[in-house]
């Protein structure tokens, strides 16, 4: 769905905020509205939105995955974008979702057409051509890849085109396109490789000297939180959403 100027901005947008937003980081999907508020958007939160399906999909469990989605499709209907700030659920509404109604057409149909709305936020926001975000990150910045958004939806370049406007100085994460560790249940089946790709991760960033690690990803998130502190690094983790907000905006951790 292309949005070619900001004088083509959509009035509305329906926010599909994801699990582990809902469930770990509220404050992420405040600073996400905010965002999209800032660029005077009216956010649409339907209730009843829950799970994307992918950890069911991921574990083979396709005919979950879909009855979760198929229980959706009425609140995922009209014609306005659906922002997720998330590569993992975006990938699975973009790419997953019409795949999962092959003998149902009508099912399939809608499904097709929610899917094409899809969009994710760090996409959306150059889209529209929003520069001013009221956020400096003073320090350095570094950023990581998310699997998803990276592999998945084929993006790497506007999380750091968003960053550019806020980063006092955003320098490449080494081998930032390395997996964290997490992958859903992953770090649960495999949780010595897990912890040593988290390590290699995070040892990175301090290398580097970073002030700031910056994901796109709630997953990657909870994955990474967990080893800063456990290492008591130093390093402050920020989404996307939080990095662009700012200070003293919705959404900007505590203690930072």
């Not at 509205?33 to 800032?38: A, C, T, W």
């Not at 003998?103 to 520069?131: H, T, Y």
């Not at 570094?142 to 750091?160: A, K, M």
Request: aromatic letters at 8%.
């Amino acid at each position: 769905m292309a949005i070619e100027s900001p004088d083509n901005r959509p009035k509305r947008v329906l926010f599909f905020a994801t699990c582990l937003v809902d469930q770990f980081f509220p404050e992420v999907g405040e600073a996400t509205v905010h965002l999209l508020e800032k660029a005077d958007i009216e956010v649409i939160f339907p209730e009843g939105l829950t799970c994307c399906g992918l950890p069911h999909f991921n574990n083979g469990f396709r005919g979950e995955a879909r009855k979760t989605l198929e229980t959706q499709l009425h609140l995922l209907e009209g014609d306005i974008p659906i922002i997720a700030p998330s590569g993992s659920c975006g990938w699975m509404l973009k790419c997953v979702l019409p795949t999962l109604f092959p003998d149902d057409p009508w099912a399939r149909e809608k499904a097709a057409q929610i899917a094409g709305r899809v969009i994710e936020l760090s996409q959306f926001l150059c889209q529209i051509e929003m520069r001013e975000f009221g956020s400096t990150l003073p320090g350095k910045t570094v950023y990581h890849d998310s699997c998803h958004l990276l592999r998945g939806l084929g993006e790497n370049q506007t999380p750091r085109q968003c960053l550019d406007h806020v980063a006092e100085n955003r320098e490449e994460l080494p081998n930032s396109d390395r997996c964290c560790g997490f992958g859903g249940s992953f770090c649960v089946k495999f949780p010595e490789v897990s912890c040593a790709m988290l390590e290699d991760k995070i040892k990175s960033a301090e290398e580097v000297d970073a002030t700031w690690l910056v994901a796109a990803d709630a997953g990657c998130m909870l994955n990474i939180a967990g080893g800063l502190s456990r290492r008591k690094s130093k390093i402050k983790l920020l989404h996307i959403a939080q990095a662009l907000a700012g200070p003293h905006n919705p959404g900007w951790p505590e203690g930072y």
